[in-house]
């Protein structure tokens, strides 16, 4: 969604909500398939973008901006049919929405957007590590989270 009457700063915010719209119906997909000792993990990382998400618009609706609704669906960007493949998408879900604060905290104007930004960027950038460590790979971090 790009609305030409929408400065970097707010539209790199409705941008992130969009990202975190996605993310909480990924993780929907992710606890149908994820694997059951995975739960509580799930549970905490959806409700974390649930309430991200819901501070997001608050944050929109503060500064005047009207934020977008989510999508009816959204498409996954591979089949997910077992654990592996949730835990696969659970990451590419923290990825994404990396990118999508990243750019936040690169256009931010205002110290609360910035520290909120740096805030969620570190949020998902920890839970990335931790998909990564349940996958396997090595590094579980990297250099410079949110960077496409």
């Given at each position: 969604m790009t609305s030409p009457e929408l400065g970097p700063e707010q539209q790199s915010l409705v941008d992130a909500l969009e990202a975190e719209h996605s993310?909480?119906?990924?993780?929907?997909?992710?606890?149908?398939?994820?694997?059951?000792?995975?739960?509580?993990?799930?549970?905490?990382d959806t409700a974390a973008h649930r309430a991200r998400r819901d501070a997001t618009i608050d944050a929109l609706i503060t500064i005047g901006v009207e934020p977008p609704v989510a999508a009816p669906g959204y498409t996954v960007p591979f089949p997910v049919d077992d654990p592996a493949s949730a835990a696969q998408l659970a990451l590419q879900?923290?990825?994404?929405?990396?990118?999508?604060?990243?750019?936040?905290a690169e256009r931010a104007r205002s110290e609360p957007t910035r520290a909120t930004a740096i805030e969620a960027l570190t949020d998902t950038a920890v839970r990335a590590a931790q998909w990564r460590i349940h996958l396997g790979i090595v590094p579980p971090t990297v250099p410079f989270p949110g960077r496409s």
């Open positions: 993310a909480v119906f990924g993780y929907g997909v992710v606890s149908a398939f994820a694997d059951p000792a995975r739960a509580d993990e799930v549970a905490t879900i923290e990825t994404d929405t990396a990118v999508a604060w990243r750019s936040v």
